[in-house]
């Protein structure tokens, strides 16, 4: 078993293996839409690799951070877009 | 406001070529340090390797690295010159002043994305996206993917996606099958590509390459759930998880053009040892043209022993290197892509995906200027990173000059750097600093 850490994902308590991005961890936990784009379709990561911004989301009340370059943090709070 | 360092030697950029670069400066006693975006440095080819590298290679450059004093500065991202030798980080939290004496861009590339019908679609993404994800923890065992688009990462993608356990349904090259057998017989005179080549494609026995082959169509409700491809007159869907989807690489020159370095033909122009335009700015891998992970390695040891001043040290590796930009040539002109594709977005396919902008409201104008006034496009927090390649191919737009932040960044970060900014420096925008 893996060493892991506990996050939370709108609310949702969610463990992924450390190491895991945040981006990752949303998909993990059955999200394939991270936000909403300016004319509100459902979008999800692109590139993965911090270029295309479409993987925003909220962390511990920062808004607009790329989840594919942050490594989740044990009880960090994320917060999709509705 | 901002925490100030100095070092001899600054890498950006932590990817083969610029662990390479800084690993080489280091040895010659230097203060030096590499700055990248990521958690970890590697890059996107060696990503989360650092502790169990896969190749002989990885393991070699990793404890090389390991070894050396060369500092990271992980999770920092570059976005604007402060001076002519500082240059201006953001990190998760704080703002860095960078200066240094001599600058390594090792910036390396990201994936050409193409517009088409459903490109949007949760779950619809590059073929490197989808692999990074893979390799930060996404599971995709037993997960249906497709791998589409061209140039030999797709094989590297699918061989990857396939040894963690997902299911590759087929892999879709736009390339036609006569093109691509002249390029595997040039391989022969680069063995190492061959072994790469027939390596890949034992691990990737029983999965279908369809060549003259690419999506069409990716159709779902709120993410993706098939996708429809063409083969000559052949159109037929595939119900599947992931699309990954890229049309190679395109080098990331933003920077090194915010630092007036001369670029042609969308690449940085470098002299014999590295050298940007801009004295003691040294640039190396792929922003200096797509060439993989060998070219990389080599012009970044090139780069680090020119910026130490061992020039002949580095004068030994040019023959090495000057064959392998041979190859890279080859690459780019095999994997060129084909006009049809420039049918493949519909009028009312978005191309601009940070600001929704279709396709049939870009038409209307005559240039990127005229679009990105009227519409919008590339404006968006991407800054045209994804549609600027894209439109560069469907339209024939150039690219526009490059302004500073680089990056979006947070307002408090602007506000740090501004606070700092002194009588002769130009960051980073005019209306910011009164």
């Not at chain 2, 950029?13 to 590697?42: F, H, K, Q, T």
């Not at chain 2, 020119?306 to 590796?317: E, H, I, K």
């Amino acid at each position: 078993m893996p060493e892991s850490v506990q996050l939370t994902i709108n609310g949702v308590p969610v463990r992924v293996p450390r190491g895991s991005t945040v981006a990752a961890a949303v998909l993990l936990a059955g999200h394939p839409g991270f936000r909403r784009s300016v004319s509100g379709e459902a979008r999800g990561p692109l590139c993965g690799m911090g270029i295309c911004f479409e993987c925003c989301v909220a962390v511990d009340g920062r808004q607009h951070v790329r989840s594919c370059q942050l490594l989740c943090r044990e009880g960090m709070e994320v917060t999709l877009g509705d | 406001m901002t925490d100030r360092r100095q070092f001899d030697v600054l890498v950006v950029g932590g990817g083969p070529a610029g662990i390479a670069a800084a690993c080489c400066a280091a040895e010659a006693s230097l203060r030096v340090a590499v700055a990248d975006d990521n958690p970890a440095l590697g890059g996107q080819i060696w990503r989360a390797q650092q502790f169990s590298p896969s190749t002989r290679e990885a393991a070699h450059w990793c404890r090389r690295l390991q070894n050396s004093p060369v500092q990271h500065l992980v999770g920092m991202r570059v976005f604007a010159q402060a001076d002519a030798r500082t240059l201006v980080a953001e990190s998760e939290t704080a703002v860095f002043e960078l200066a240094f004496q001599k600058l390594i861009l090792a910036t390396g590339a990201r994936e050409r994305f193409l517009p088409f019908p459903g490109w949007t679609l949760p779950n619809v993404m590059g073929a490197g996206g989808l692999q990074a994800l893979a390799k930060s923890g996404l599971d995709v065992r037993g997960r249906k993917v497709v791998v589409a688009g061209t140039g030999p990462l797709l094989l590297a993608v699918a061989a990857h996606l396939k040894s963690y356990g997902a299911d590759v349904l087929l892999i879709a090259e736009q390339v036609s099958r006569r093109r691509l057998l002249q390029f595997a017989l040039g391989l022969a005179a680069q063995p190492s590509k061959l072994r790469e080549a027939l390596s890949l494609r034992r691990q990737l026995a029983g999965t279908p390459y369809l060549t003259s082959c690419w999506p069409v169509a990716a159709d779902g409700e709120n993410k993706l759930e098939r996708i429809t491809l063409r083969r000559g007159a052949k159109t037929w869907s595939l119900p599947c998880d992931y699309l990954a989807c890229g049309f190679h690489l395109v080098p990331n020159t933003e920077l090194a053009a915010l630092l007036g370095c001369t670029l042609e033909h969308g690449t940085v122009r470098v002299n014999d040892l590295q050298e940007t335009t801009v004295p003691g700015v040294y640039c190396a891998g792929e922003p200096t043209g797509i060439g993989g992970l060998e070219l990389s390695l080599l012009e970044g040891q090139i780069a680090g022993y020119a910026s130490a001043g061992r020039f002949d040290t580095a004068r030994s590796l040019f023959t090495r290197r000057n064959r392998l930009r041979r190859f890279a040539s080859r690459l780019e002109r095999a994997f060129a892509l084909r006009p049809e594709l420039k049918e493949l977005p519909h009028p009312q396919t978005l191309v601009c995906r940070c600001e929704d902008v279709a396709l049939s409201r870009l038409r209307e104008h005559s240039s990127w200027r005229a679009a990105k006034l009227l519409t919008r496009c590339g404006m968006g927090p991407c800054q045209g990173r994804v549609c600027g390649p894209a439109l560069e191919f469907l339209l024939g737009w150039q690219p526009e000059s490059v302004r500073p932040p680089v990056f979006p960044v947070r307002v408090e970060t602007l506000m740090a750097a501004a606070i700092r900014d002194e009588p002769g420096t130009s960051l980073p925008d005019p209306a910011l600093r009164s």
